[in-house]
């Protein structure tokens, strides 16, 4: 915008734009003003440094509300600077306004989610390069030497890579250059990643797959707003599928993003990817280094980087311009965040293509029940995929009735199922044992006094670790070694191990098949990811014949000579008064077995379990997925559950019970009267006690399709403010109810 010459408006009413208002990632409600300095001008959606109090923030230019009262700049500190990055677009200002609107979050929380402060800065992105000039610096040392003869093909390499090749410190890759024996030249930023080809690797498409990459091409083509179910087994081809679509949008010269659970561990994944396109994708999750996610962040931004994989947060990544998103795995939980702003990034990443106008694409072997119902009632196109690729068949789960069949006391695993182990060892296959708990033993007692070992900071017992001698709190984190006598009772050597975990199924297997290659996989394998991609291909090349495993088994891997897997405890999730416990339960044992018999052989899969005859079981035994979901359809529409029903649950917690209490009470009793919403409780959480924290829950039920949003936003402007530590977090669509 020109600027208004000072004639023209007298100082009463000074021109707009020297004023600007910025969204600062605080817990705010609305923007600051401040003046744009002379020489500077921005726009909406700049990404600038402003002062507040002592300190200087990164923030974004926010559009002025029409009518917003016009204040004296010369009263306004000044815009610090202005980074030279891309402004975020109007459709990203939008979608942050829409999540802090539905999340009832002040904006400035979220926009805190899509900018962070090492990411955005666009800075570092270029580097300096070094070239031999040829001439001999006046001292010679043996690491100058060196450092010349490895430049002598007169070829150009960044200065890290001179030194690295030479042996030397960088010191002496200055030194010499400061000598004028090296000079320096500018080399071009190191691309966030390589340009995909999408005709690199075009694989031959089954009929059904044709037929769902030709849909799913011809929404990319179309640019609108469209969402879809690709729904087929694990093993049906869905990703090659939508690969086609991201093929399409990439011929079409427009972005990609591609949402994963567990982005971390899908080596597998990207090796995919880089075989179909040539070159890996751009990858954005917090295992990334920080300099690599701002070369990402700003490719994005300038539309260099085409298709990017990553986990909930690369939703908030500023694409130029978006042409198709897509959910992988789309049920898995992981995808609600639950602190700071509660949002699903799925439901998310829906509103996301709807605000830039693009396809999206939720793919899974078991839809949410939300996303399911969507697909019925047509609001999701839903495509369908019936068969495995390879042809096999999903394995047939047969269920093994603890009550009747169930192993000897103090062992886990029923003589049935570890008949099948052998036979499987024997014919040269592989064995999996999925039991989703970590450590060695749940619970620690006491023989004597009968003293559980609890966390002295929330309501969970400690579990133990056998592996690294600890008994540990899975909610904080706290770890403490094992004691040798009875915290309460003082008697020696009397504390036992109650129930399972997979460290203890472990021990079982190794005594049980002592010839077996075994290898436990959870997330406390000691050496982090690296080791445990390590283990994963070592699982795939066949090195291990019985892996042991938690739910890190369930996602996403690919192993080709899994041919048994074992269910020890299926009823484990099931229980605890969670709307969504039959869900989560048939959704991961259907994966778990689903892991078997993908590639050569045919795979088996069995269920210990205590109660053959829940409908989950059931379900899963008959194999028949639709009767689990009209079953489950109708329990929650009849229960007023959602989808035919909607949640919020606000938590209030803090250190003194009795205040945290109080306050939950003095919401309940302020929230506005609705005829069609109901508050219930508080009521002291499951989870009673978390990290020294003392939890009460509210939870508030409307019927589908009432803006719950705006009442808890009016609730809240009416609602006393918490004091001293106490907090009050808003979980709308609450997917965990602990
Ligand atoms: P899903 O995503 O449904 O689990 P995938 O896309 O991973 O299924 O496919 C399962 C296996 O079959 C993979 O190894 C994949 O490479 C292979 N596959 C699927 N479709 C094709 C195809 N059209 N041509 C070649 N291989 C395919
Ligand atoms: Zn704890």
């Known amino acids: ?88 677009r109007a459709d990203m200002l939008a979608f942050i306004r829409w999540i802090a609107e539905y999340t009832v979050t002040p904006p400035g929380m979220v926009l805190r989610l899509a900018l962070r402060h090492d990411e955005t800065r ?50 002496v890759v200055d030194g010499l250059i400061d ?41 990319v083509s179309a640019r609108a707003f469209k969402a879809h179910l690709l729904d087929g087994v694990t093993g049906s081809g869905k990703t090659e599928a939508y690969f086609e679509a991201v093929a399409t949008a990439i011929r079409e010269k427009r972005q990609v993003l591609i949402l994963m659970p567990e982005i971390a561990l899908t080596q597998a994944f990207l090796d995919r990817f880089t075989r179909r396109f040539g070159v890996a994708p751009g990858q954005w999750h917090s295992a990334v280094a920080t300099k690599k996610r701002s070369r990402l962040f700003a490719g994005v931004a300038s539309g260099e980087v085409s298709v990017v994989a990553g986990a909930r947060s690369a939703l908030f990544l500023p694409f130029r311009d978006l042409g198709l998103i897509i959910v992988d795995e789309e049920h898995d939980g992981a995808y609600k965040q639950e602190d700071g702003v509660h949002y699903h990034a799925r439901d998310m990443a829906v509103v996301r293509a709807r605000l830039v106008g693009a396809p999206i694409v939720l793919a899974s072997a078991t839809p949410s029940l939300e996303t399911e119902v969507n697909a019925r009632r047509r609001r999701y196109t839903r495509l369908h995929l019936p068969e495995r690729f390879a042809g096999t068949r999903v394995p047939r789960l047969e269920p093994i009735d603890l009550r009747r069949d169930g192993p000897p006391k103090g062992k886990w695993i029923a003589p049935r199922l570890v008949q099948e182990m052998e036979r499987t060892i024997e014919a040269g296959g592989q064995s999996l044992l999925f039991l989703n708990r970590r450590g060695y033993a749940p619970l620690t007692l006491c023989r004597a006094c009968g003293h559980r070992i609890k966390c002295p900071s929330c309501s969970s017992w400690l579990v133990e670790h056998r592996f690294r001698r600890r008994l540990e709190c899975h909610q904080c984190g706290y770890a403490t070694p094992v004691p040798s006598e009875c915290p309460s009772c003082h008697e020696p050597n009397a504390l036992i191990p109650c129930g399972p975990g997979v460290e203890r199924l472990h021990e079982e297997v190794a005594a049980l098949l002592p010839h077996a290659r075994t290898q436990v996989l959870s997330s406390d394998l000691a050496g982090g990811v690296e080791r445990l991609r390590a283990e994963l291909k070592a699982i795939e090349d066949g090195e291990v014949d019985v892996v ?88 929650r529409e009849e229960a007023h559950l959602p989808p035919f029903a909607r949640f919020c649950a606000l938590i209030v917690s803090g250190t003194d019970a009795h205040a945290a209490q109080a306050h939950a009470r003095a919401l309940a009793a302020c929230s506005p009267r609705a005829e069609e919403v109901r508050v219930l409780g508080p009521a002291e959480a499951p989870l009673a006690l978390v990290r020294g924290r003392h939890r009460f829950r509210l939870l508030t039920r409307a019927p589908r399709g009432y803006d719950l949003s705006a009442y808890v936003w009016r609730w809240m402007a009416g609602a006393p403010r918490p004091t001293g530590n106490l907090k009050v977090e808003i979980d709308i669509d609450p997917q965990s109810f602990l």
């Open 1 to 88: 915008m020109p600027q208004t010459s000072p004639a023209d408006s007298p100082s009463l009413f000074p021109p707009r734009e020297t004023i600007a208002d910025v969204l600062l990632p605080v817990a705010v409600g609305s923007a600051y003003s401040y003046r744009v300095p002379e020489g500077m001008s921005v726009e909406p959606g700049d990404i600038v440094v402003v002062p507040l109090g002592t300190r200087r923030l990164l923030g974004c230019v926010w559009p002025r509300a029409e009518g917003a009262p016009t204040v004296d700049p010369a009263k306004l500190k000044p815009i610090h600077r202005k980074y030279d990055v891309p402004p975020l």
């Open 122 to 171: 666009g800075e570092g992105r270029e580097r300096t390069g070094v070239r031999a000039t040829g001439r001999r610096p006046e001292r010679m040392t043996a690491a100058r030497e060196r450092l010349i003869t490895a430049l002598a093909d007169g070829f150009v390499r960044a200065k890290a890579d001179a030194a690295r090749e030479a042996g030397v410190s960088p010191s």
């Open 179 to 219: 000598d004028g024996a090296l000079e320096t030249v500018v080399l071009p930023p190191e691309p966030a990643a390589e340009p995909p080809d999408p005709d690199h690797a075009v694989p031959e498409l089954l009929p059904a797959q044709a037929e769902a990459a030709a849909e799913l091409s011809a929404a």
């Open 548 to 635: 042991v495993g938690t739910q890190l088994v369930a996602k996403g891997h690919n192993f080709p000579g899994l041919a048994l897997v074992g269910v020890i405890d299926a009823d484990v999730g099931l229980g605890h008064g969670d709307p969504r416990a039959a869900e989560r339960t048939f959704q991961l044992l259907h994966q778990v077995a689903g892991r078997a018999g993908r590639a050569q052989v045919e795979g088996r899969a069995f269920l210990q379990t205590y109660m053959p005859e829940h409908p989950v079981m059931q379900a899963l035994v008959a194999g028949d997925r639709d009767a689990f979901y009209d079953r489950e359809i109708a329990v």
